[in-house]
Nanobody, 115 residues
């Protein structure tokens, strides 16, 4: 089974930027789509951004215009570029690869935005 590993989380000041990476142990296009999710303590996990095999993307309203998801098939990696970060973006960020019957999840990477 292809596994996913996230990286790039850090502590950053409000207004700053980070780029998260989600690296697959095999071919990234094994998955029908890859999504970035986040979950803060006491809150439900939410979809932040998603990219499918055709390259179509969708975003949560809260991050539109600030976050960009992209994919590099040669590197088997999906990125999440996060700009104009806000304290409310603080969360544990996960990537998930969509298979027909289940999702494959990474272990998560922590993003903390200070005010």
């Amino acid at each position: 089974q292809v596994q996913l590993v996230e990286s790039g989380g850090d502590l950053v000041q409000a207004g700053g930027s980070l780029r998260l990476s989600c690296v697959a142990s095999g071919k990234i296009f094994t998955f029908n789509a890859v999504g970035w999710y986040r979950q803060a303590p006491g809150k439900q996990r939410e979809l932040v951004a998603r990219i499918d095999l055709s390259g179509s993307t969708n975003y949560a309203d809260s991050v539109k215009g600030r976050f960009t998801i992209s994919r590099d098939n040669a590197k088997n990696t999906v990125y999440l570029q996060m700009n104009s970060l806000k304290p409310e973006d603080t969360s544990l960020y996960y990537c998930a690869g969509e298979m027909p019957a289940y999702n494959v999840w990474g272990q998560g990477t922590q993003v903390t935005v200070s005010s």
